[in-house]
């Protein structure tokens, strides 16, 4: 009984009408921005729940207005927005519908970014230019955002631009699973993991120790006055007569990864199959990756891809899995690293 007067003293110290106090439990809400809503689906649908209802507005003037339309007041939201074309609009909207999640006085908002925007101007190249990904992770932290989480940073650097937690995802277990359900024990026998360039070589050691192959690294130089422009130098390891397995994080163009698969069958390669987390695949890519060099091109969806860019020999696996783990873990406080063997 003293026990319970205690209480009941210190709820009137806080202010607390006694008897008014009640245990609140956490709320689980996934919300998501117009970009890549198939995938924000398939996430929701993983976890058990639906998508929070929103409303979305273009104005003839080309703003942006985002509503959601139940309360998330006390919730732990995990809002959805992947930046495919239009990238800059994708943007806006997310910070928007942060700023809306904020003052709907949501518990904690996390970020899912399955490709992070601008990650390609993660450094200065040369005096006076921008570093890109800090400023988009400056404004979502100022947007409202408390945690961001996404797949493959094209530099693991990014992760210390945001002013709180990241979890870098990793799609190698969804893509290595593919590889070791689909290849032949007489491709497995003849594998050489390659990495496109010397910025790749610990991702693609990384593949080449989970399969028990070979590595072979190719050597480019790249023009810093003219983009896209890429020139094959040379490939250190050997490749002859054997099924070559380019990886690497995104496909944009395609000039990197057609002009390495062209060096690779120049010096012998018997197949070349191309693995890539993120399909920017900007014009002409899909050209370009239906070369002959090419054998096939397989990809996850974090990115959304019409159907004018999808052509044959090319695969594209579901990330909205991997995802919904990663944000399951996040929601009950468990460990993301685990999710990868320590490997984070």
Known sequence: MARKDKTVDLDRERGIAPGLVAKT????????GRSHLALAGEVAAVLGTELVP?????????????????????????????FGPPVNEWLMELLIMLDAAKRASAK?????????????Q???GRGREPISARLVADLLRTAGADRVMSVDLHAAQIQGFFDGPVDHLFAKPVLLDHFQRTL??????????????????RVADQWSDSLGAPLAI??????????NQVTVNEIVGHVSGRVCLLVDDMIDTG??????AQALKANGAERVIVAATHAVFSDPAVERLQDA????????????????????????LPIGPLLARAIREVFEDGSVTSMFDGAA
Request: net charge positive.
């Open 293 to 316: 060099a090419v054998d096939e091109v397989v990809v996850t969806d974090t990115i959304p891809l019409p159907e004018e860019k999808l052509f044959p020999g090319l695969r594209v």
């Open 108 to 120: 904690r908002i996390t970020v899912v970014a399955p490709y992070y925007p601008y990650s390609r």
């Open 218 to 227: 190719i050597h480019k130089r790249r023009d810093p006055n003219v983009a």
């Open 184 to 201: 032949s024990a007489e491709d497995r026998a003849k594998l050489t993991v390659v990495s496109p360039d010397t910025g790749r070589v």
């Open 25 to 32: 439990k956490k709320r689980l809400v996934v919300a998501a």
């Open 255 to 260: 000039g990197t990864i057609v002009k390495a």
């Open 122 to 124: 993660d450094k200065k």
């Open 54 to 82: 929103t409303e979305y507005r273009t104005f003839a003037s080309g703003e942006i207005l985002t509503r959601f339309e139940v309360s998330i007041r006390g919730c732990d939201v995990f809002l959805i927005q992947s």
